[in-house]
C-alpha cells in the first residue's frame, strides 16, 4: 500500500503539499503493516540553474518552469499487470514553487514498476504523449483503469492546456511491456462548461461495456462505452428517484464483481455539514448499468466519519473472493480531531460470496486487434534494416505484381545461401502408435518421416466432434511439453485442442539430447542445408500430415512455437507459404549479437560448420562465429527479408526478453508490403519482459489463431 505525507501548516486547505511516496507491506491479508518507508525514487526534483538536465517529466513544457522549482508523483495507484507479470503503479506529476504548487505547470502520466527483490519502486518515468498544447498538462492520478489481454492498458485521464481552467477527461491506450509505458492512441473528449469541467476519471469493465466516471465542481458524472476508447455523453450520477447523488468536488471510484456494479463515493448528507467538501462517510451502493444510476435501497457506510475528510481512496482486487477499498483520513482543517479522527487508515474489505472473475470479456478479433498497431513512436520507423521493397538491380516494388517478383527473388537468394531443399514429402505414411481419449479429445502418439532418412515421433490431438477442424502445429525441444508435459505456459497443443484446433506436436528428441539441437541433413559431419532452414522443410512435411487428415481443413493450418520453437516457427512459416498465419514467441526474430538467446550464428541453427564446433555462447575475438552467419552479417542480411515472405499472410510476434517493442522496425517493413498488396491488420507484436511466455500473453496467441483460422 502506497501513501503521501501531507504538508498541513501554512498550507492552504486545497493546497495539496505532498512529499515522496512511502510504502507499507502487509504479508498476512492485511492484518499487520510494516512501518511506511520512504521511497527515495520518488524524492522531489529541483530545476538546478545551468543545467541541461531537467527533472524527469519537464520537457512536456519547459517554458513554465524555473530554477529552484521541484516535481513529484502524487495520487499514485498500484495495480497488478498480469500482461507483463509486474506491478504498475500510476499516477501523476506536481509541481511546487516555494512549497506553493505552480498554478499554470505541467502534468504528465507518471509510472513506476515495482521491483520485488529489491522491494522498492523503480525510477518513475512519463509517458510521451503526442505534443499538442491539450496534452502539456494531463494526469491519471487517484484513477482505475483497465488491463487488457497481451500488455494494453486502458487509462482515464484528464488533460487541458495549462493556462486554461477546463480539463476534459478521455482514455488513452497504452502499450506496457513490463519496462516501458507507450502511448499507441486516445479515444474522444467529455468535458462540461461548468468551472474545472471533467477531471479525475476511474474505468472499469462490466458485463460487455466499459463505465467512466468523473469528477466535477458541482456534480459527479458518468458515461459509457462498447470499446474503452470512445464514450457516450456524459450525465449526472443521480439515485434511482431520480434525486441528485450529492456527490460534488469529489473523486468516485468502482467496486466490480462480475454479478454487480458498485460505486464508492461521497456525498452531502444531514450529518457531514462540518467535513470539508462532505467528505465523509465513503458510501457504496450498486449500480444500475443500464440507466446509469445509483440504486438508494442498497446504499451503505462503508467507512465511517469521524470528522476528517476521507482523501484519494483506492480500490484492490485481492482475490476472487476479496476486494479492499483503501482510505486515509485527511486531518484538515485544525481541529478535526474533535469528532474522533486521528489519521488513521482504513482498508474496508469486501468478502464475495460468489467468486470473481474480473477478466476482460472479449472476443479474439477484440483481443488481438490492437497489437496490428504500434505504439506511437515506434510507428513507420524501420531503423536500420534495407527495404525489400528494392530488387537486386536497384528498382523499386509498386504493384503486386512486382512483389511476386521481388519475393521469388528473395526465396531465390536465401535458397542460395542456407542451401535447397530436398523433395517435399507430401504423401506421408503415419504409423498409430499409441491411442487414448483425454477430456474432450483423441491423442494419438504418432511416427512419420520428416526428412529423407530421418523419422519422428510426435502428438496427433483432435477434438470431439465433427470436422473439418482448424490445425496448429506445434513445434519445440520435444514433443510432450506442448501436449501438457513440459513446462508451464508452453503448452500450445494442449489448449488449442481444447479451443477447437486439430494439433500435431513435434520436436528434436534426439538432437536434444544429443545436444546437437537440429536436423543436420545429410548427416552431421555433411551438412548440404542450414540446420534451421532444415528444421523449417521438417515442419513443412508436419504441414502434409495434418493437412492429410480428414478432420483437418487444409486451408486453414498455422503452427507456433516459444524461444528454439519459436524460429524453428518463424523459418517454417516464412519459407513453407502453405502455412496460413504463424505465432512466434520470443524467437530472437533479427540478429542481434548483444543477446545470447538471439544465437543465429550457433552450428544448431545459420552458423553449420565442421567438428568441433565453436564453444557456445557469444561472438568474441576468441570465441568467432563461423560458417553462413558471419557471411550473412558482412553482406547486410537480416531477418526481416524473410518476414516479408508472410506477406499476406498474417504473423504474431508474441515478444519477450529478446524481442522489445523496438522490433517493430522490422517488422514496420512486413507492413510495407502488405500495403502493396492491399492488405492491413497481418503484422502483430505483444510485448513482456520475460523470456518465458506466461497465461496471459498465451491468450492472446490463441486468440490470433482464433481470429485467422476459426470461423470468425
Partial sequence: MTMQPLMLHGADLGADLFDALHQTNSYDRGETWTDPSLQDSFARQRVVAGSDRLPT???????????????????????????????LGLGHTVWYRNDHVLPVRPRGIAYA???????????????????????????????????????????PISMKEPTQNQYAVTVCRCRFDGRTLDYVEHGNELTIPIKRGLYEPSLTFFQGRYFLT?????????????DGLHFAKQQRWTFDDGSDLGNYNTQQHWVTHRDGLYLVYTRRSKDNS???????????ARVDPDELHVIRSTEKILVPQRGARLGNFGVTDVSPDETWVTVAEWM?????????????????????????????????????????????????????????????DGSRVTTPDDWRRRRAEIVDQWEGLMGKWPPLIKQPEVTLLETSHRESFTQHHIQFRWTPNQTTKGYLLIPDGPGPHPGVVTVYYEPET????????????????????????????????????????????????????????????????????????????GIVGHSYGGKWAMFAACLFPNYACAAWSDAG????????????????????????????????????????????????????????????????????AVDPPSRWQALNLSIEVNRVLGHRNRVAMTNRPDHAPNEDSNEVIYSFFQHFLGDE
Fill in 589 to 656: 526474430i533479427v540478429f542481434d549479437e548483444d543477446q545470447e538467446d538471439v544465437n543465429y550464428w550457433e552450428p544448431w541453427y545459420l552458423g553449420s560448420h565442421p567438428r568441433p564446433w565453436r564453444k557456445r555462447g557469444l561472438i568474441t575475438n576468441d570465441n568467432p562465429a563461423r560458417g553462413l552467419y558471419p557471411e550473412l552479417i558482412a553482406a547486410g542480411r537480416d531477418l526481416h527479408e524473410l518476414h516479408v515472405l508472410m506477406a499476406p499472410r498474417p504473423f504474431l510476434v508474441s515478444g519477450g
Fill in 57 to 87: 517529466g519537464a520537457a512536456m513544457a519547459p517554458e513554465l518552469l524555473h530554477a529552484g522549482d521541484e516535481t513529484t508523483v502524487c495520487d499514485f495507484t498500484p495495480a497488478w499487470h498480469a500482461a507483463s507479470q509486474r506491478l
Fill in 214 to 226: 468523473m469528477r466535477n465542481d458541482d456534480h459527479g458524472y458518468v458515461s459509457v462505452s462498447d
Fill in 113 to 155: 514498476v515495482y521491483d520485488t527483490l529489491g522491494k522498492r519502486w523503480s525510477a518513475w518515468d512519463t509517458v510521451d504523449l503526442p505534443m499538442e498544447p491539450k496534452f502539456e498538462c494531463a494526469g491519471s492520478g487517484s484513477g482505475q483503469r483497465v488491463d487488457l489481454p497481451g500488455g494494453d492498458v486502458l487509462i
Fill in 274 to 284: 462540518h467535513v470539508f467538501r462532505h467528505r465523509a462517510p465513503l458510501y457504496i
Fill in 482 to 557: 506442448a501436449i501438457g508435459m513440459g513446462k508451464a505456459d508452453r503448452d500450445f497443443a494442449l489448449q488449442l485442442v481444447r479451443r477447437g484446433f486439430v494439433t500435431l506436436s513435434i520436436g528434436t528428441t534426439q538432437s536434444t539430447q544429443a545436444r546437437t539441437y537440429s536436423i543436420h541433413y545429410p548427416d552431421l559431419d555433411d551438412v548440404q542445408v542450414e540446420p534451421l532452414s532444415m528444421l523449417g522443410y521438417a515442419a513443412a512435411n508436419a504441414w502434409y500430415v495434418l493437412a492429410s487428415r480428414p478432420e483437418v481443413d487444409s486451408k486453414r493450418i
Fill in 332 to 392: 484538515q482543517p485544525d481541529g478535526v480531531e474533535k469528532h474522533g479522527s486521528d489519521n488513521s487508515v482504513f482498508i474496508a474489505k469486501l468478502k464475495w460470496n460468489r467468486p470473481n472473475d474480473i477478466a476482460v470479456d472479449s472476443t479474439p478479433a477484440t483481443t488481438i486487434g490492437p497489437y496490428f498497431t504500434p505504439p506511437r513512436r515506434w510507428q513507420g520507423e524501420t531503423g536500420p534494416y534495407t527495404s525489400p521493397l528494392q530488387f537486386a
